[in-house]
């Protein structure tokens, strides 16, 4: 198990190669666990997150489900996010991947 979980965050660290750069716009979030920053953030269906959803033993209702990995709570990064900025339904399994994400911006 300790391979894998290495394994998986090397490859996280591998694919989010992203400059932090600050968010000033105002969020939205209605999730209990409040917004968060993934550094990768795809449909289910995307390979990185089948293999994970799979290896987790997580149960997703769709492929079209959109997925947070290797997510941090906004407060823990001081308001800058190298990833996408997300309110996302389940974040049981932080950091590795969060469920049911939408964008956490409004315009």
Do not use: H, W
């Not at 290797?70 to 990064?77: E, L, N, R």
């Not at 339904?89 to 956490?104: K, Q, R, Y």
């Amino acid at each position: 198990m300790q391979f894998k979980l290495t394994l998986i965050t090397a490859a996280l660290v591998t694919l989010a190669g992203a400059t932090p750069a600050p968010r000033s716009e105002s969020t939205v979030c209605s999730a209990p666990s409040g917004i968060v920053c993934c550094d990768l953030v795809k449909p289910a269906s995307d390979p990185l997150a089948t293999y994970l959803i799979k290896n987790l033993g997580i149960i997703v209702s769709s492929t079209s489900t959109v997925v947070g990995m290797d997510c941090s709570p906004i407060s823990a990064v001081s308001g800058i996010c190298s990833g996408e900025l997300v309110c996302c339904e389940d974040n049981s399994n932080d950091p590795l991947i969060s469920i049911g994400c939408t964008p956490a911006i409004s315009d």
